[in-house]
């Protein structure tokens, strides 16, 4: 069966949280595709060059989550070609047999238009910024500010921009559990698992 779910929205909005989530209740594999332009951002040198040539290890670095490698993925990924070399690695895994779930920004607009479910994960920039800054540390206003950043040159980009599809179901996580988000997308996935 091929199957996906992809599952795109801002910075700290529960992305991740709900794919894996999802992930591991329908058998699923997940893509956490801000890991590539992440690696491709921390890599250094030519960053087309980094996305043609990321490997495993690149992906294995332990200074992926860092704010650092946040800000550094969202400078490469406004690059087209460094886009382009990354397509088709996500589209292969979005069809592989047995279901996928990927999460992004681009997922359901541009990498798997024809994706079974499509949920924009959002929430508001201070409540995001506060779950971040609970993982990170630091300054909360540091954190809120480099999240806005990356909100806004993500949002405005020319090529695959962050944007919800037109057929995409909206989840706003800002007042919502964990438990609660995680629950809202199952049960989308539910409605439409075939059988
Ligand atoms: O992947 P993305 O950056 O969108 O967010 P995440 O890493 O899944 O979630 C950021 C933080 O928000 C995590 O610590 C979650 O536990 C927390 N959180 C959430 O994901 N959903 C909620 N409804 C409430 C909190
Ligand atoms: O977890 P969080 O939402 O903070 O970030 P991420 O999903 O790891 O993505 C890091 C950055 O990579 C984003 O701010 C985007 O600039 C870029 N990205 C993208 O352009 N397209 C994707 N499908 C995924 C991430």
Known sequence: MQFT?????????????????VAERFGFAH?????????????????VEAARALSPEDLARDDLRTMEAGQAASKVAVIPE??????DYQRDFARRA????LDGRDIGTVICPDAEVKLFVTASAEVR???RW??????????????RARDERD??????????????????????SVEAAVAAACA????????
């Open 98 to 101: 047995g279901g996928a779930v």
């Open 134 to 147: 609970l993982e990170v540390g630091g300054e909360e206003a540091q954190v809120l500010a480099e999240v």
């Open 155 to 176: 949002m405005t980009r020319a090529d695959a921009p962050l944007k919800p599809a037109a057929d995409a179901v909206l989840i706003d996580t800002s007042g919502m």
């Open 188 to 195: 989308e996935v539910l409605a439409r698992l075939p059988g």
């Open 31 to 47: 893509l956490d595709t801000g890991a590539l332009y992440r690696a491709v951002g921390m890599k250094g040198g030519d960053p």
């Open 5 to 21: 779910v992809a599952i795109d929205g801002p910075a700290a909005a529960g992305k991740g949280t709900i794919s894996r989530a």
């Open 129 to 131: 910024a506060h779950r």
């Open 82 to 87: 460094v886009r382009q070399a990354l397509l």
